[in-house]
């Protein structure tokens, strides 16, 4: 009778999970895509075609991100944070609520980092051909960089609730590392809005997910191996994580980087030497719940490198992943919040 019993109830719960995909075999995952920032945008929601078309939830998110670029880019001319880098006057400047977030955010991981992560390194980043102001590939000398270090430091910033002044007139303000994350986590934030929790949303390699996939399965993350090759045609997978839901973010030297003398020059800048990082380090993935922290945090730890990046990590119980280069092939090591991530 037992065993009859149980093989009724096991009959009835396969029954139920049969059922529930068909149930809601009307949603799918309606991919979007499109350009954002310099890069592209993927994002996945759980829904149906028919609500996503009239909820118009691409325009919205189009309408979104065209918002945070007018804010914080440095591409665009007429930007806020482009008149407040061109302007030279050391008055306060009253900025949107927006770039106020991404910058008291950027601001705090400054000083947790003790400077590690420095929103006005700018100057450098163009100096060594990465920024906005692209130069050839050459390697600049010590008394250009002298004098462009002398226009860094996050002393000379100050934001009080939306006003920002700064104490040099020809200070400038990079959100590279926190606003890709920022507006990753903008789009999280509407989608939500328009009542869709299950989603995922990625900017360039910065993501964000929610929930579930819409066969139910939660969703998962391939980490790239990291392979030495700018052009990235050549992509392999190197771990797949089960992040939850929270924000991945990815920095890393491998791609974005020039070559002169022999020497490989990153886009990433120790504001403590005014020059390109140079360690064995490739990548360090950061998980986190906000995309715009997990971003910042990933290149701080980036910056840090493997010894005391991992100690960093370690010491604010941050969840990281960091893959080295060694003569022996690639290194892994992470922290014990990551652990729970790893599939
Ligand atoms: P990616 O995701 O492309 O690997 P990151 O998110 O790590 O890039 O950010 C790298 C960018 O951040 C650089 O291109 C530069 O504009 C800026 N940057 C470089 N060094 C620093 C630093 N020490 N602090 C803040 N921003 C930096
Ligand atoms: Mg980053």
Known sequence: MNTIKLMLIMAFAITLAACFPSNNSAKTEVLLQGRTMGTTYNIKVVSTLEQVASLKLQEKIDAVLQQVNQEMSTYIPDSEI??????????????STGF?????????????????????????????????????ETVPSE??????RARIGLKNLHLNGNQLSKDIPNLYIDLSTTAKGYGV????????ANGISNYLVEIGGEMRLKG???????WAIAIEKPIL???????????????????????????????????RFSHIIDPATGKPINHNLVSVTVIAPSSMTADGLSTTLMVMGAEQGLTFAQDNNLAALFISKTE???????????KQYLK
């Open 82 to 95: 482009s008149r407040f880098n061109q302007s030279n006057s050391t008055a306060a400047m009253e900025i």
């Open 100 to 136: 106020a977030r991404v910058l008291k955010e950027s601001i705090r991981l400054g000083e947790l980092s003790a400077g590690k992560l420095d929103i006005t390194v700018g100057p450098l980043v163009n100096l060594w051909g990465f920024g906005p102001e692209q130069r050839p």
């Open 143 to 148: 008394e250009i960089l002298a004098s462009t």
């Open 185 to 192: 986590d903008v789009v999280a934030e509407l989608i939500e």
């Open 212 to 218: 579930f996939k819409h066969t139910g399965e939660l």
């Open 229 to 263: 090759d700018p052009s990235g045609e050549q992509r392999a997978v190197h771990q797949v994580i089960i992040p939850k839901d929270n924000a991945v973010a990815t920095s890393g030297d491998y791609r974005n980087y020039f070559e002169a003398d022999g020497q």
């Open 328 to 338: 022996h092939g690639f290194k892994e090591r992470f922290t014990v919040k990551f």
